[in-house]
């Protein structure tokens, strides 16, 4: 089946450090890949929707200078968390579609835990 | 604004047990809804996908129903095994062009006990 790579899986660092996290799909290619936030006992909450070469699109109330998203290519997306405080630590999950309709499931990473002292 | 909600939150049955888990979603106008398990600390696993022209799937030991009009879906797993123990979610894809977003329900922690 189809795999989604997320790393790092897990990430400690201080407050004002810059963080990024890679997804890669690694046996198809992803034309649009989404970030996910998830907060423990809370549901997954869709952060961006990124294109590849194109601007994501954020959701509302998700600062896009705080979370700078890339997708440079059909198989790469990295989210990069700027200048991370401890209301940032959280679980963040990626995932991946190929083709653009209905049928298609999103394939999930394993997600990445990040702890901001 | 769709909104997924599931029910029980959690769910204890010894093995061998038959059991329905249970999701909601407010927007009947919606592409498709995924089950998805997720082990702690991990990311999803795609159990079943419904079309919204569909109103059932069935995996192995799993079955998934869906009625659009009521907006509900049910997960039944069958003769359940202490592997099956995990959070179970549910997500509608909503429908509108170029969308393809997932809403997320909270979850059902289910624990099969052996």
């Known amino acids: 089946g189809a795999v989604v790579s997320q790393h790092p899986s897990w990430v400690i660092c201080k407050s004002g450090t810059s963080v990024k996290i890679e997804c890669r799909s690694l046996?198809?290619?992803?034309?649009?890949m989404f970030w996910y936030r998830q907060f423990p006992k809370q549901s997954l909450m869709l952060m961006a929707t990124?294109?590849?070469?194109?601007?994501?699109?954020?959701e509302q109330g998700v600062e896009k200078d705080k979370f700078l998203i890339n997708h440079a290519s059909l198989t790469l997306s990295t989210l990069t968390v700027t200048s991370a405080h401890p209301e940032d630590s959280s679980f963040y999950i990626c995932?991946?579609?190929?083709?653009?309709?209905?049928?298609?499931?999103?394939?999930f990473g394993d997600g990445t835990r990040l702890s901001i002292l | 604004k769709q909104e997924v909600t599931q029910i029980p939150a959690a769910l204890s049955v010894p093995e061998g047990e038959n059991l329905v888990l249970n999701c909601s979603f407010t927007?009947?106008?919606?592409?498709?809804l995924q089950w998805f398990r997720q082990d702690p600390g991990k990311g999803l696993t795609s159990l079943l996908l419904?079309?919204?022209?569909?109103r059932e799937q069935t995996s192995g030991r799993l079955n998934a129903s869906l009625d659009k009009s009521s907006g509900r879906s049910t997960l039944y797993i069958a003769a359940s095994q202490p592997g099956d123990s995990a959070t179970y979610l549910c997500?509608?894809?909503?429908?509108?062009?170029?969308?393809?977003?997932?809403?997320f329900g909270k979850g059902t922690k289910l624990s099969v006990i052996p």
């Open positions: 419904i079309q919204s022209s569909q």
């Open positions: 995932s991946a579609i190929g083709q653009l309709n209905s049928n298609q499931p999103q394939h």
């Open positions: 927007d009947s106008a919606i592409y498709n």
């Open positions: 997500a509608v894809m909503r429908s509108g062009a170029g969308s393809y977003q997932l809403t």
């Open positions: 990124s294109n590849e070469g194109s601007k994501a699109t954020y």
């Open positions: 046996d198809f290619q992803a034309t649009t």
